[in-house]
């Protein structure tokens, strides 16, 4: 089992930014997957960047791509997510994930272990 603890959401201004973490054992660094993933309140969860541990390979989805930033910092066991130039639609939970690495972190990969979240509430 995998623990993933999300942390640095709050509330903010549109136009602003937060950035959030997760928290993973060490060993996952360098050999896991890891995603973000966002579910607006009454919505499914729409997948929003992945990263490969292993050399940093990133994956953004259309959404993502140009706002928000996925990384990793090895040292810290932490993985972020920098969400830039925030709308009111970016309102809601924000997970990460991870899944062992077996050969792709492409953003189809399907993640095995999940976090419980953490909420952004973005107003106007």
């Known amino acids: 089992q995998v623990q993933l603890v999300e942390s640095g959401g709050g509330s903010v201004q549109a136009g602003g930014s937060l950035r959030l973490s997760c928290e993973a054992p060490?060993?996952?660094?360098?050999?896991?997957?890891m995603g973000w993933f966002h579910q607006a309140p009454g919505k499914g969860r729409d997948r929003l960047a992945n990263?490969?541990?292993?050399?940093?390979?990133?994956y953004y989805t259309d959404s993502a791509k140009g706002r928000f930033t996925i990384s990793q910092d090895n040292a810290k066991n932490t993985l972020y997510l920098q969400m830039n130039s925030l709308k009111p639609e970016d309102t809601g939970t924000y997970f990460c994930?991870?899944?062992?690495?077996?050969?792709?972190?492409?953003?189809?990969?399907?993640?095995?272990?999940w976090g419980i979240g953490t909420q952004v509430t973005v107003s106007s």
């Open positions: 990263i490969y541990t292993g050399d940093g390979t990133t």
């Open positions: 060490g060993y996952i660094f360098g050999t896991y997957c």
């Open positions: 994930a991870a899944r062992k690495f077996s050969g792709s972190c492409r953003l189809g990969t399907a993640f095995t272990y």
